[in-house]
C-alpha cells in the first residue's frame, strides 16, 4: 500500500515538472521530490528512493534552465541595491539559495549525452550505495602489528 503511494506521488510529480512553467514551480516540485526520497528511504525501498533522487536532479536541471534563461527577468543581488528594479524578484524572493543556483546552472551547462550518464551513474549510487559500504568495510578491516613490540591488533 505505501509503495503504491509512492508510486502516484511520483507519477503526479513528473507531470507536474513537465507543466511548470517558473522556478517556484520547479522548486515546490524539488521540495516535494526530497520528501518523498526520505519517505522511501524509511521504508527501505531502494528503487523508489532511486527514482526520487532523479526526480531531485530533473528539477534541478530545469531550474537551471529557467535561471539561465531568464536571467533578464531577475534583479541583480549584490551592492547597495540602489540599481535594482523591485518589480523583478532576486534569487532570494524565489527562495532559491546560492548553492542550489549554482548546483542547477552546471546542470543545465551539461549536455544531453552527460546529463543523462549522471543520472544513470548518480541512480546506481543511491540504489547499491549499501553494497558499497560493505566492500568499503571489508577493505579497512585489516591486522595492524606494531613495529616496535610486534604487538597485533584490528583496526
Known amino acids: 500500500m505505501a509503495n503504491e503511494i ?3 506521488e511520483y507519477d503526479k510529480a513528473c507531470r507536474q515538472l513537465a507543466r511548470a512553467r517558473s522556478a517556484k514551480e520547479i522548486e515546490q516540485i524539488r521540495g516535494v521530490a526530497i520528501i518523498m526520497r ?4 524509511v521504508m527501505r525501498n531502494k528503487d523508489a ?5 532523479e526526480l531531485r536532479v530533473r528539477a534541478e536541471h530545469r531550474l537551471g534552465e529557467e535561471l539561465v534563461n531568464g536571467k533578464d527577468e531577475r534583479a541583480h543581488e ?4 540602489s540599481s535594482r528594479d523591485p518589480s ?9 539559495g546560492k548553492a542550489l ?7 543545465a551547462a551539461m549536455t544531453n549525452k552527460e546529463f543523462e550518464i549522471f543520472v544513470i551513474d548518480g541512480r546506481a549510487n543511491v540504489r547499491f550505495v549499501s553494497e558499497r559500504i560493505g566492500v568499503k568495510r571489508k577493505s579497512n578491516s585489516r591486522e595492524l602489528v606494531c613495529p616496535a613490540c610486534g604487538h597485533r591488533w584490528a583496526r
Not at 523583478?88 to 532559491?96: E, G, M, V
Open 38 to 41: 526520505a519517505a522511501a528511504k
Open 6 to 8: 509512492v508510486l502516484v
Open 78 to 81: 549584490g551592492g547597495d541595491g
Open 101 to 107: 543556483a549554482n548546483r542547477a546552472r552546471q546542470l
Open 88 to 96: 523583478k524578484p532576486t534569487l532570494q524572493q524565489l527562495r532559491i
Open 49 to 53: 528512493e532511486a527514482d526520487f533522487w
